[in-house]
């Protein structure tokens, strides 16, 4: 009780963590504009990811964390670069800046204690209610030399989709970014020819982004019509 | 005789008045084509059925003339239907006489949305999907995706141990298979056409194992989340122990025609060089990779499924070519047939799916006299006893099961290298966003660093040592 007491000012405990709201969603099944007398258009969720982590990370997430946060002091960048860490499943995230996105990537691959030299891959996520940060790129990073493998994340606004290339860094980032403009519009700066991969030259629009519709036509089934698949009950 | 303009009219003899307001109409309609678009690749006018592109070939020296003292600059376009290159890959080929100047890959011709697709089913539904990523090692795409998807949901711990041994198995025999199509196309691709029917005769057998314990020769999907679709028939581990001594036995014939094979030597021997500095940077991983030296295998850095307490040795050689990739290969199809045995030596009776009802999936399949099928006992149990059965199976079928949010990112070695699968969850019934980190798909990028300078039938050589898989490449 004491104890407590003495820490009343505080409004916030310490060591609480702040939840990482991404959407809020409304109503339920997929349903939209039908008159609901259910009472399931009124119900309201929050996508919250896992929150940001805080010291110790547990594991060698905390030696890992050490050697980066001097690397980066010794590489000129500022301890503000990282965002936020998460550590999750066993698997750490640092989300950082975007403008310091390949600087990060440079001192990950190039410090003997860290060296991450091996980029397995580039890849983005598109979650369209996350104002300001709609576009999230994932790059995930292994070091065969100390057998450990984390997440560099950054975002960008759909308003303004650039993020620094890591072909730079890694030239294997190469493809995997031209995949991740054509599946989502984020434009890698500084990347040596970034066109289309997948889909055709002239295609209009990005297919992999949430606002993209799947397409598809109604099925025929002994006599029964099934929507397409983006058209059916949905429960999330 | 051909006809020509009547020269005092200027228009065709025999035009009708009708047909000369349909020839000014159809006149009118180019001149708006000519204005709306011009591509230099591809001409193109308007049909009520929407725009039609007619793509044109050999208008290279349009594009960019040959530079300063270049007497001509010769394009080859090799694909996207050519037999040699694996698949429905297009390799667009600068030549000087017979050597490669420059290489230029072109994919996405077998793109079918996989990816997308994805997020608009359930998560065990998902199984079906990602199995038609690399179609020649269906059981790895299905494991790692479900291996993300246990992860996510925190049940990696619960998998019961026949349902990993058996996972095990069935990637071993997978290895086995997709290493043989590799030698039996790659043959292929070099002339050896002995190795093909060998490579392809052997596969067969595992492909008979394949039906006899899932139904499909391919796209399974019979790894889903929380364990397997069903357990093997009775009495298959004796079929399996009969047509794995079947196919290590003849695995020698393959072995006795390529290795030390002036012919096959001198096609692949320091034939698509590639160190591993070069592998590092380009992100190389599987038989190329160990080709360096390198003894990288996720099965003994990272193991999962329970690899770490197999007995097997990592593949490697040091030459950087084509022959020590095929080399590996080989000797991989010896390891794997090992580790099929011993997991057949340490099947113990089991379940093979969790326990938690909340995630198992209910149907339970047996084999009717026409193949598999249903369960009538289990049909009849949910349909006539037990309502509240019938509720559970038909929402966690309909709907499926909620995947706490995050993300995952979970890495196995494939017959092709690290085949990642990277998972995202909102919370729902459905996977928020999947993406697969295809091995082809990385390693293909290499081709130009493997064929630049050398000769243009030494690229048919460094694609087939690489073994992409175009399914996979493209997703």
Same mark, same amino acid.
């Given at each position: ?10 409004? @916030?405990?310490?060591?609480? @963590? ?32 896992? &929150? ?17 946060? &001097?690397?980066?002091?010794? &590489?000129?960048?500022?301890?503000? &670069? ?13 989300? @950082? ?27 983005? @996520? ?111 | ?188 691709? =070099? ?59 003849? =695995?020698?014939?393959?072995?006795? =025609? ?137 929402? =966690? ?79």
């Amino acid at each position: 009780m004491t104890e407590h007491d003495s820490t009343s000012e505080v409004v @916030v405990p310490e060591g609480a @963590v702040t939840l990482d709201v991404v959407e809020v969603r409304t109503g339920a099944f997929g349903v939209r504009g039908s008159g609901d007398t259910s009472g399931f258009g009124g119900v309201v969720r929050t996508v919250t990811l896992p &929150a940001p982590s805080v010291r110790p990370y547990g594991e060698w997430f905390d030696d890992l964390a050490d050697e980066l946060e &001097a690397s980066m002091g010794a &590489a000129g960048i500022e301890a503000s &670069a990282i965002r936020s860490v998460v550590v999750d499943r066993g698997e750490i995230t640092f989300i @950082v800046e975007r403008e310091r996105f390949r600087d990060m990537a440079a001192v990950l691959r190039d410090e003997p204690g860290l060296r991450f030299e091996f980029c397995s891959s580039v890849s983005g @996520v598109h979650w369209l209610g996350d104002e300001g940060r709609e576009l999230h790129v994932v790059a995930h990073l292994q070091s065969i030399t100390h057998n450990r493998r984390i997440r560099l994340e950054t975002t960008a606004p759909d308003s303004d989709p650039h993020v620094p290339s890591l072909v730079p860094v890694y030239p294997t980032a190469d493809w995997h970014e031209r995949e991740t403009f054509d599946f989502f519009g984020i434009v890698f700066d500084g990347h040596p020819g970034l066109t289309r991969i997948m889909m055709p030259d002239d295609w209009a629009g990005h297919p992999q982004r949430k606002d993209y519709p799947l397409g598809g036509i109604p099925v025929q089934y002994k006599g029964a019509t099934i929507p397409p698949p983006d058209e059916r009950r949905s429960y999330s | 005789m051909t006809t020509t303009p009547d020269d005092t009219t200027g228009t065709w003899p025999g035009t009708s008045a009708a047909e000369e307001v349909l020839d000014d109409d159809f006149d009118d309609d180019f001149d708006d084509i000519d204005e709306l678009s011009h591509d230099d690749y591809a001409s193109a006018y308007e049909t009520t059925e929407g725009k039609v592109y007619t793509v044109g070939g050999g208008d290279w020296d349009t594009i960019e003339a040959p530079p300063e003292g270049e007497q001509e600059r010769l394009v080859v376009n090799m694909g996207p239907q050519h037999p040699s290159t694996h698949g429905v890959l297009r390799i667009i080929l600068e030549l000087d006489g017979e050597t490669v100047t420059q290489t230029r890959c072109t994919i996405g011709y077998l793109h079918t949305g996989i990816e997308k697709n994805l997020e608009y089913r359930s998560w065990t539904q998902g199984t079906t999907f990602v199995t038609r990523m690399d179609y020649l090692a269906p059981f790895f795409n299905e494991t790692a995706y479900c291996l993300g998807v246990e992860k996510l949901l925190g049940i990696t711990d619960q998998i019961p141990e026949r349902a990993s041994v058996l996972r095990v198995m069935m990637m071993e025999l997978n290895r086995v298979s997709s290493h043989l199509v590799c030698l039996a196309t790659g043959g292929m691709e =070099l002339g050896a056409l002995t190795a093909m029917i060998f490579g392809f005769r052997e596969r067969e057998t595992i492909l008979d194992l394949f039906e006899m314990i899932t139904g499909l020769r391919m796209n399974h999907a019979y790894v889903r989340p929380g364990g397997l679709k069903e357990d093997i028939p009775a009495g298959s581990e004796q079929t399996i122990r009969e047509q794995v001594a079947l196919v290590r036995s003849r =695995l020698k014939d393959t072995a006795n =025609l390529l290795v030390d094979n002036s012919i096959w030597m001198g096609r692949t021997v320091d034939v698509g060089y590639l160190d591993l500095t070069g592998c590092i940077a380009m992100g190389v991983t599987g038989p190329p990779l160990r080709a360096t030296g390198l003894p990288h295998d996720l099965r003994k850095s990272q193991p999962y499924c329970g690899y770490e307490t197999y007995e097997f040795n990592v593949a490697t050689q040091t030459t950087c070519d084509a022959y020590g990739r095929f080399l590996i290969r080989l000797q991989e199809l010896e390891e794997s047939l090992n580790i099929v045995d011993q997991c057949l030596d340490r099947l113990r009776p089991g379940p093979v799916m969790v326990e938690d009802k909340r995630i198992a999936w209910p149907a339970q399949l047996s084999i009717g006299s026409d193949g598999q099928g249903n369960s009538l006992e289990h049909i009849r149990q949910i349909m006539g006893t037990s309502m509240e059965s019938l509720i559970h199976h038909f929402k =966690l079928v309909t709907e499926g099961f909620e995947v706490p949010a995050g993300q995952v990112y979970q890495a196995i070695e494939s017959p092709r290298g690290e085949l990642g699968a990277h998972i995202v969850s909102d919370g729902g019934t459905r996977p928020y966003r999947v993406h697969f980190r295809d091995p082809s798909f990385v390693n293909l990028q290499s081709v130009p660093a493997m064929t630049e300078g050398s000769f243009l039938s030494d690229v048919v050589a460094a694609v087939a040592s690489v073994d992409p898989v175009m399914g996979g490449v493209d997703r």
